[in-house]
């Protein structure tokens, strides 16, 4: 039960970043940058690099849709390596993420990790082929569909707490 309590307190860090973050300015570098205002949609591509206050997110491609007052975002890597996304939580605790797909829906306030995806607070991890996290419900589901045929499995690892102090 405390390795679900974990969980629950590690992801509802999204809802909770530094505060700083909310205020500071989008800051976004990239090799190529498309906007198409029409439709709502950023399509920045080669080695982007998007910092807000501590949050930051480091990939190959990422395309930012806005229509509705919705926004969502999908963030991919490379074969060179995985979408990054890190930033530091209310408590200032460190927050990294990677995965080859990063999706965030704010319709549904949720973020989806696929590929190789592995969430890592202080010392603790959650790592799966699949990861998503409801922001407003503050649950994690971990793991993939075993119709696809793979052995995809969830590890998690939970650090005693004498290490997490030494960090």
Known sequence: MKKFLWLL???SSYATAA???FAA???IEAQQVEVDAQDGTSTYQGDVRLVRGSMKILADTM???QANDQISADIRGNENGPAQFSHTTET???MQEKAQRIRYFSDK???EFDGNAEVKRAADTVSSDHIRYDLRAEQILA???KTDGSDNRVKIVI???NNKNKE
């Open 92 to 94: 200032g605790e460190l």
């Open 109 to 111: 306030d949720t973020i």
């Open 9 to 11: 307190l590690c992801f």
């Open 143 to 145: 793991g993939g569909d």
């Open 159 to 161: 650090q005693p707490a």
């Open 25 to 27: 300015p989008i800051e």
């Open 19 to 21: 505060p700083d973050d």
């Open 63 to 65: 395309i930012l849709k």
